[in-house]
């Protein structure tokens, strides 16, 4: 009998252990699910933590609420929340799983998500993974819906002012260890650095190395962007970065890129994508899968509602703004002119991949483009379109690449959205934004927005 109750006991002790691992290899969602079993999943989010922790939730809650929804909440573990509502006398639940953007692409591959959050752009071998579903390249798969900058940080009190992208890379490369090499105090350098998973780290590795690299051995590796910024408060040695709306009131580092001055970005700076360091904020949906929420919720997110969200978090939003620019001592006569006459928008079309298409950001651009222009206040504006191409080597190939690119938005806009009336302008290699090879024929290859 007692031997019965011991084999009955060891029974029932595996059977618990072999539970408690199948939940732990479970979705959230479905985890959650017990605590929640009347709620009907709307849709699953899972990535990027900067996008995640703040933006997603505003997000969902306030697309909730453009459908009437009662009832809102949020519930939140760590970098796991829940938006939960009444929606047409029905309970409903948005899951957000933020641990980086790398598990937003294993999460959609895996179908445990219906969303991937991104602050960086879906890898070769991302797209690889996921091409049985479609091109996650492609509009229907990629949408982008805010801007947002690493702003370089380090503390109060350390003097460093400005740092060129080189020097960046030799501090984390350990090639310059101490902040008296840069003439600073006489003090080890403590570079931070997201973990691999980050969407964060990868603009930072992809930016200051090129391409992804791991982290030295004395390099200190953070969990989260809040990690990194209470370090930089109270560690005189540190240097880390951050997004830009995790930097409020931090000692910023001017950052110098090629020919270009050392600037601490500012949101004019990052809406032209101008900033060496600005990134783009993504959602991928599963291009060979149909949820109607999950399209409404995009639209949402891309709308002028979707919009003023993004901004009110802290990150830059899409709408088309008119910003005043410096002239360029060295600029060519006729762009110098139009500096000094006119206003950029902060609209900046590029190229998927350095091509002769337009990307997906500049695709939804025509259409911002378009309702800008046809607001009353600016309707009696005059457009010009400036091209600038990356090619140095020969001047007369240069002027034409750049000609080219501006033709094409200028017929975009004149064959999809009945807009006619823009000047093109082009100013060959003028201006790189850019010394990288990698990234030059993407970043210094666009077309600026101009009116007076």
Sequence with gaps: MELGQTRKGNF????????TALAGLLPACFVEAAD??????????TGSNTVGADLAPALVKQYLRSLGATDINQRSEGEKHWIDARLQNEQVVVPIIALGSSTGFKALNGDTADIGMASRRVKTKEVEMLARFGDFTGPQAEHVIGLDALVIAVHKDNP???????????????????????????LPIRPLHRDIESGTRATFDSEVFGGSRPAKPFVYEVSGNHETRGL???????IGYL????????????????????????????ATEDFPLTRRLYLYRNPGRYNPQVDAFLHFAESHAGQKIVEDIGFINLTPVALQMAPFANAPENYRALMESGSRLSISFRFANGSTELDNRALRDLHRLQDYMAQEENRDLSLTLVGFSDRKSNETISDLISRFRALKVQGALLRDHQMGDSQIMSVGAFAPLTADSEQGPVKNSRVEVWIN
């Excluded at 029932?12 to 539970?19: E, P």
């Excluded at 709306?245 to 601490?264: P, R, Y």
């Design 243 to 270: 997004p830009f709306a995790d930097a409020t009131g931090l000692h910023k580092v001017a950052i110098k890129s090629g020919e270009l001055a050392a600037v601490v970005p500012d949101r004019g700076i990052i």
């Design 160 to 186: 460093i002012k400005r740092l060129s992208l080189t020097q960046l890379e030799q501090i984390y490369r350990g090639e310059i260890r101490n902040w008296a090499q840069l003439g600073g105090d006489d």
């Design 232 to 238: 930089v408060l109270r560690d005189r040695a540190a």
């Design 12 to 19: 029932a002790a595996v059977m618990l252990l072999l539970i």
């Design 36 to 45: 929640n079993s009347e709620a009907r999943v709307l849709f699953r989010m």
